[in-house]
């Protein structure tokens, strides 16, 4: 099983999350953001990814460096499941609508760290969350896990159908990455034999 346990804490938050890429989509989230914690209930559910968060942060100042320290955990638990990635699809992408939005994810778990984020919004908070935040997870997910991760959302009006398609758009295509390829699960996807680096 392709499973994996990060402890993380700093003088800003301390974190417990778990994964399990073969699991069904469970999860268990408390980040003390409520926003954050639908978010990745989301991701859990839609990627079948079973998903454990526990964070407390410096809340009192904001919720910045809980999100961006709950996305490094949860890309390090990812990046330690996945080991020397040998067999996985290694690509994922995704369309998702939510009623008039739309997303597109697509992902390349190459150990290649880097965001492409063309995601705006029209107003300045989501709940009691700062939307300006949620770049800030993507990209220390995408850093943590060694992903190139680009997301754009092609169009919408409501900033909550926005950002929950950004999660479900990048569950999909991580749900179809980590997949084990039957015709290659003893191979590394790279015509280097490792990943990481040049291709």
């Known amino acids: 099983m392709r499973k994996a346990a990060i402890t993380r804490n700093t003088?800003?938050?301390?974190?417990?999350?778990?994964?399990?890429?073969?699991?069904?989509?469970?999860?268990?989230?408390?980040?003390?953001?409520?926003?954050?914690?639908?978010?990745?209930?989301?991701?859990?559910?839609?990627?079948?990814?079973?998903?454990?968060?526990d964070a407390k942060g410096d809340l009192h100042i904001d919720a910045h460096h809980t999100t961006e320290d709950v996305g490094i955990a949860i890309g390090q638990a990812v990046n330690q499941a996945l080991g020397d990635r040998k067999g996985i699809c290694r690509y994922g992408s995704a369309y998702v609508p939510m009623d008039e939005a739309l997303t597109r994810?697509?992902?390349?778990?190459?150990?290649?760290?880097?965001?492409?984020?063309?995601?705006?919004?029209?107003?300045?908070?989501?709940?009691?969350?700062?939307?300006?935040?949620f770049k800030e997870w993507f990209q220390a997910f995408a850093q943590a896990a060694g992903a190139t991760l680009h997301v754009e959302s092609l169009y919408g009006d409501n900033d909550h159908h926005i950002v929950e398609s950004c999660f479900k758009a990048l569950a999909r295509a991580l749900r179809e990455a980590v997949e084990i390829d039957p015709r290659k699960a003893d191979a590394v996807p790279s015509t280097k034999g490792t990943l990481g680096g040049s291709l």
């Open 11 to 53: 003088n800003e938050t301390s974190i417990k999350v778990a994964v399990d890429l073969d699991g069904s989509g469970k999860y268990a989230v408390s980040t003390g953001v409520g926003f954050l914690d639908h978010m990745l209930e989301q991701l859990s559910r839609h990627s079948l990814m079973d998903l454990e968060v």
């Open 105 to 133: 994810v697509a992902l390349d778990l190459s150990n290649r760290p880097y965001l492409i984020w063309k995601v705006a919004f029209g107003r300045d908070k989501l709940g009691t969350m700062d939307t300006e935040l």
